[in-house]
Nanobody, 118 residues
């Protein structure tokens, strides 16, 4: 089973920045698509951004202006750079990894908390 280890969350003041990292174990099984989702208290989980091994990115609504996703295929690691953070960005950020070729998988990380104070 592939495990996703997230890091980089924390408490930051409004206007600050954070970089989240998510490393997938078993790097011999490359995830075709890796991404980040977030869930604010009382809300459903929503897409932040995804990125393929080829570097094709897809952002959720209103996520492109302050957030940047990137990945290091050699390390099977995906990053999410959060800039100009706002209190409404507070939530748990989850990493996701999907592989469509054999062996296929769809795994989630345990989540990392991001709290933005005003």
């Amino acid at each position: 089973q592939v495990q996703l280890v997230e890091s980089g969350g924390g408490l930051v003041q409004a206007g600050g920045s954070l970089r989240l990292s998510c490393a997938a174990s078993k790097p011999q099984y490359t995830a075709n698509t890796m991404g980040w989702y977030r869930q604010a208290p009382g809300n459903q989980r929503e897409l932040v951004a995804t990125i393929t091994t080829g570097g094709i990115t897809h952002y959720g609504d209103s996520m492109t202006d302050r957030f940047t996703i990137s990945r290091d295929n050699a390390k099977n690691t995906v990053y999410l750079h959060l800039d100009s953070l706002k209190p409404e960005d507070t939530g748990v950020y989850y990493c996701n990894a999907v592989r469509s070729s054999w062996p296929p998988f769809n795994y989630w990380g345990q989540g990392t908390q991001v709290t933005v104070s005003s």
